[in-house]
């Protein structure tokens, strides 16, 4: 595993790259937050990227790399798991507020304490499945959850009437019908990753309820 400082300057660059002003403070907080991760992983199967230097573009970069589009003050990721992308996230806009939603406790007691740990007042850990919560959001937030058709149906009713949908995806097989639902599909340029990556945004039309 590579040390605090050499992931710390490989965090900076890739922030830089992205395009993303940053503190030291946001960085080292971030930098703090992948090395937990890590430690955690080694025990409770967290994630399957196993090394801080590959969960630097393929979790963290990857995370940050949709920032521009949270553009509301209230975001829920479903699906949390290790906190990806939320954690990142809430760390970049600590004046947004952010709730993590995981069905498995073992993961949701990782994210209670890394809220802790991390000193992220502005999130929220809730152990439930999606279809049993209630809430009501700017975005709905995934990372491989599950796909498109199923992500809607399982996540509509915590958007609020302006809401978006933001589904983290990397090569695209799936479509949603036309008609019901707004569709735009973005690539996502990731520092160092050579991977497909896109951001599906989704919206109800306007006539839908």
């Known amino acids: 595993m590579i040390s605090r400082e050499e992931s710390l300057a490989r965090i900076q660059s890739g ?13 080292q907080q971030l930098n703090d937050f992948l090395h937990r991760l890590a430690t955690w992983n080694s025990k409770f199967n967290l994630t399957a990227v196993r090394d801080v230097a590959e969960m630097i573009p393929l ?4 995370s940050l790399a949709v920032a521009d589009h949270i553009t509301g003050d209230t975001v ?3 699906g949390s798991g290790g906190g990806l ?4 996230l809430a760390i970049l806009f600590p004046d947004k507020q952010f709730t993590l939603l995981d069905s498995n406790g073992k993961k949701t ?18 152990h439930e499945r999606v279809e049993k919560y209630q809430g009501s959001y700017d975005h709905v937030i ?10 809607v149906s399982l996540t509509s009713h915590l958007l609020n009437h302006h809401g978006t949908i933001l589904a983290m995806k990397g090569k695209l097989n799936e479509t949603l019908p036309a008609g019901e639902y707004q569709v735009q599909t973005l690539k996502i340029s990731v520092p ?7 951001l599906i945004i989704i919206k109800k039309n306007k006539h839908e309820g």
């Open 15 to 27: 922030l830089a790259d992205i395009g993303i002003g940053f503190s030291a403070g946001m960085s």
């Open 59 to 62: 979790h963290l970069l990857d």
């Open 76 to 78: 829920i990721d479903v």
């Open 85 to 88: 992308p939320g954690i990142p």
């Open 109 to 126: 007691r990782f994210l209670e304490q890394m809220r802790i740990e991390l000193a992220l007042t502005n999130v929220r850990v809730v």
């Open 142 to 151: 995934c990372r491989a959850f599950t796909e498109l058709g199923n992500l």
């Open 192 to 198: 160092t990753l050579m991977a497909e990556r896109h």
